[in-house]
């Protein structure tokens, strides 16, 4: 197994449960639509003459007999959520409005629990895709939107993109990217005699997501998991702080201490050098990376939540959560518990052959591990350097623990 490898699954072991300081924002039991802007009853679509939604809300029960109040498809809707002639042009979505949060500042939680109708090939026709959104038309979008040929942004610009896929295979059966398109400032797709989709979001750089390389090599983040049930109601958390995001899963109905990590993204501050993003990409996902994902970039705030069913296969969703907490009070227990840590460190982080120990003149033992667990070198350290031209290129931990107090740091190094 390879170090990239052992460094994935060993974040996949991780649980969490969602902090007792988060507040909601926002939520959605779907008792009806009125909490909902409905983008399906913004055209004509399927041959109607009238204005008619693609959605209807009700109960559905799994195989565990687990019933939720949930929004899905209505029959007619079926089919309708593609970009051809006739189609709703994707405009099966709906968008979900809350206060301005900040990405600079504040941790954002989404949460929701959602059942396909059934598994289907590679899991596309039936994908439920989920944007967080900013730069919010102010009167919202209006009706006949789709032929807008004069606005930049008449349904909005995604921000972050979570796509779940509800195939029968295990590869690539859920995405996580920023922005889309092939504006960097993310964008929904437009057909060829530019008709809004307001559903479809292209990976940055305007093809399919998945079709390039994982992240950050490529510019989206591929889950290689089976991700949807058809059987069972599945709970998912996604989690968007300042610097990385997260997704989670577990049985809807169980403790959030279930939660399992379906998958993780580095997504560093755009304002800072651009060494220190690759480095920050290197360090979180374990390889070494030495140019910027195709039109990367950071989003400072979003303003809403959108749902977006393609529509081959039905899909129900329920009980959506939308709860924020300031980020540095939420960390500030780890600041203060690392304070004493502040003039200690090792650089650089993505190392050729020396790495370099500060420790402000206290003496400490030095030892460097590989994920598996082996000791790779073991020093005792003052100020220096540590020759590390014979280890094998991939990530490492370092332990330095102080020999007088025993007090002990941890750090990630990448070795090219």
């Given amino acids: 197994m390879s170090y990239k490898n052992i460094f994935y699954?060993?974040?996949?072991?991780?649980?969490?449960?969602?902090?007792?300081?988060?507040?909601?924002?926002?939520?959605?039991?779907?008792q009806n639509k009125n909490g909902i802007i409905d983008l399906s009853e913004l055209l004509f679509w399927g041959g109607n003459t009238d204005v008619v939604s693609a959605f209807a809300t009700g109960p559905k029960s799994d195989?565990?007999?687990?019933?939720?109040?949930?929004?899905?498809?209505?029959?007619?809707?079926?089919?309708?959520?593609?970009?051809?002639?006739?189609?709703?042009?994707?405009?099966?979505?709906?968008d979900m409005m809350f206060e301005s949060l900040s990405h600079q500042s504040e941790v954002v939680s989404v949460e929701f629990d959602y059942m396909s109708e059934q598994l289907s090939g590679n899991g596309e026709s039936g994908?439920?895709?989920?944007?967080?959104?900013?730069?919010?038309?102010?009167?919202?979008?209006?009706?006949?939107?789709?032929?807008?040929?004069?606005?930049?942004?008449?349904?909005?610009?995604?921000?972050?993109?979570?796509?779940?896929?509800?195939g029968t295979r295990t590869a690539k059966q859920a995405y996580l990217f920023y922005g889309g398109g092939n504006d960097v400032a993310g964008e929904f797709e437009r057909t060829g005699n530019q008709i809004w989709l307001p559903g479809f979001i292209s990976d940055p750089g305007g093809v399919s997501p998945g079709s390039q390389d994982d992240?950050?090599?490529g510019p989206v983040k591929i889950c290689n998991e089976s991700t949807v049930s058809a059987s069972e109601w599945t709970r998912y958390t996604w989690m968007i702080y300042p610097e990385k995001m997260e997704v989670y899963r577990r049985q809807?109905?169980?403790?959030?201490?279930?939660?399992?990590?379906?998958?993780?993204?580095?997504?560093p501050f755009i304002d800072q050098p651009v060494n220190d993003?690759?480095?920050?990409?290197?360090?979180?996902?374990?390889?070494?990376?030495?140019?910027?994902?195709?039109?990367?970039?950071?989003?400072?705030?979003?303003?809403?939540?959108?749902?977006?069913?393609?529509?081959?296969?039905?899909?129900?969703?329920?009980?959506?959560?939308?709860?924020?907490?300031?980020?540095?009070t939420n960390m500030q227990g780890v600041v203060q518990e690392q304070s004493i840590?502040?003039?200690?460190?090792?650089?650089?982080?993505?190392?050729?052959?020396?790495?370099?120990?500060?420790?402000?003149?206290?003496?400490?033992?030095?030892?460097?591990?590989?994920?598996?667990?082996?000791?790779?070198?073991?020093?005792?350290?003052?100020?220096?350097?540590?020759?590390?031209?014979?280890?094998?290129?991939?990530?490492?931990?370092?332990?330095?623990?102080?020999?007088?107090?025993?007090?002990?740091?941890?750090?990630?190094?990448?070795?090219?």
Avoid at 75 to 94: D, E, K, L, R, V
Avoid at 252 to 267: A, D, F, R, V
Avoid at 308 to 321: H, L, P, T
């Fill in 341 to 416: 840590w502040d003039e200690v460190g090792v650089f650089p982080t993505l190392v050729q052959d020396v790495l370099n120990i500060r420790t402000t003149g206290r003496q400490m033992r030095c030892n460097i591990l590989s994920l598996n667990g082996k000791t790779e070198v073991s020093q005792l350290v003052d100020d220096g350097q540590l020759e590390l031209s014979h280890l094998m290129p991939g990530m490492y931990l370092v332990k330095l623990s102080d020999v007088i107090t025993g007090e002990v740091q941890h750090f990630k190094i990448l070795k090219k």
């Fill in 127 to 166: 994908r439920l895709g989920i944007a967080l959104l900013y730069d919010y038309p102010e009167q919202g979008p209006q009706f006949g939107d789709v032929y807008n040929k004069e606005d930049e942004a008449p349904f909005a610009r995604p921000a972050y993109n979570l796509r779940l896929l509800n």
């Fill in 63 to 94: 195989n565990q007999n687990l019933e939720y109040q949930s929004i899905f498809l209505t029959p007619q809707a079926i089919g309708m959520g593609g970009y051809t002639s006739g189609s709703a042009y994707t405009s099966t979505a709906f």
């Fill in 215 to 217: 992240y950050p090599r």
């Fill in 9 to 30: 699954v060993g974040f996949l072991l991780i649980s969490w449960q969602l902090p007792a300081q988060f507040r909601e924002v926002r939520t959605e039991a779907f």
């Fill in 277 to 328: 993003v690759l480095s920050k990409l290197s360090l979180f996902h374990g390889l070494f990376v030495d140019q910027l994902p195709t039109l990367y970039n950071w989003f400072d705030g979003f303003v809403g939540l959108r749902f977006y069913f393609r529509s081959i296969q039905n899909g129900y969703v329920a009980n959506v959560r939308i709860s924020t907490t300031d980020n540095t």
């Fill in 252 to 267: 809807s109905g169980t403790e959030s201490t279930k939660n399992q990590l379906l998958m993780s993204m580095s997504i």
